[in-house]
């Protein structure tokens, strides 16, 4: 009787080692996708932070060269002082 229940717990304790691993398993996988996800967000984040930048000085030499049009006299008058 006693190899029976030997037997049967090394049985249990193998499928729970089993069982043990593949939750290990799927938490990292869950973990690694969690990962990716997180960088993509804030590669794409970064790269509409960049087009901003960019949109936003090009509107700056607009808004210049707007400006210039507009007054040029002002434009030496400050230069002047």
Known sequence: MSNEITATETV???TQNKSDAAV???I???LDLGKLWARH???LGRLALETSA???GTTAKMLASIAEAI????KKA???A
């Open 12 to 14: 249990t304790e193998t």
């Open 24 to 26: 290990e398993q799927v």
């Open 28 to 30: 990292e996988s869950a």
């Open 41 to 43: 967000g804030l590669t």
């Open 54 to 56: 960019i949109s936003l």
């Open 71 to 74: 007054a040029p006299e002002e």
């Open 78 to 80: 400050d230069e002047a």
